[in-house]
């Protein structure tokens, strides 16, 4: 959190731009054995809004759609609250496609009625006629129902996911750090719905820094 408000601070004084958008997407998972699950997601990016914070003129409609990423994950528990997860996501941009392979460890923990979560990912890029792009990752997930200890069926619950990523690709690092908060609903045990605000703010090299608010609607079916 701390190197979040770090970066908001910087964004106010450095020159900087944003983007405003909605983030749908589609999670279907199934159970295996008591094991392995595997789930896939598909995700679309749209954007509606884009401009500079210092000048109020560059504010301007961006009605356009960005990109379209489809995932297949495959995940094992290894511990009581320890897991690892494999995947493969391809994604469809400007009629291109690019191919990412990423691994994740999980530690999972319950506390009375709040949970954690954190996770260590490493991922690889693929693009047409570019250098590989390498990332890391970690983000801490909280979540909590509103209503008892327990979320139930037809109740809300809150998760807030805070992350931080570190990218190089072609001898040049890149940053971003992400806020997520989410309101969600479970209609049924295996069939819930998350809306809530994706803020990532992150820089390339020395370059000017770039602000992303997407309206995220995240949509869940396992059975």
């Known amino acids: 959190m701390i190197g979040l408000f770090f970066c908001v601070s910087v964004s106010s004084l450095a020159q900087s731009t944003y983007q405003i958008g909605v983030l749908p997407s589609f999670t279907l998972t199934k159970k295996i054995n008591p094991k392995w699950k595997v789930n896939l997601n598909i995700q679309s990016r749209f954007s509606m809004y884009k401009g500079e914070f210092s000048n109020s003129d560059t504010f301007q ?55 954690l979560a954190h996770r260590f990912v490493t991922d690889q890029t693929f693009r047409p006629n570019q250098k590989t792009e390498f990332r890391g990752r970690y ?16 109740e809300f619950y809150l998760k807030v996911n805070n992350e931080y990523l570190v990218s190089l690709q072609d001898k040049k690092w890149s940053n971003e750090v992400r806020l997520i908060p989410f309101l969600g609903y479970a209609f049924t045990d295996k069939n819930k719905v998350e809306i809530g605000i994706d803020y990532r703010v992150g820089s390339v090299g020395d370059e000017f820094l770039r602000n992303n608010f997407w309206t995220t609607i995240n949509y869940y079916l396992s059975w």
Not at 62 to 84: E, F
Not at 140 to 145: E, G, I, Q, T, V
Request: hydrophobic share 35%; charged share 25%.
């Open 61 to 115: 409609e961006d009605r356009n759609y960005i990109l379209t990423d489809i995932s297949a994950l495959a995940n094992r528990k290894i511990g009581l609250n320890t897991s690892l997860t494999v995947g493969y996501l391809t994604r469809f941009r400007n009629k291109e496609q690019h191919n990412r392979l990423f691994q994740q460890f999980i530690i999972s923990n319950k506390y009375n009625a709040v949970g």
């Open 139 to 154: 983000r801490l997930a909280f979540d909590r129902p509103l209503q008892g200890n327990k979320l139930n069926p037809k």
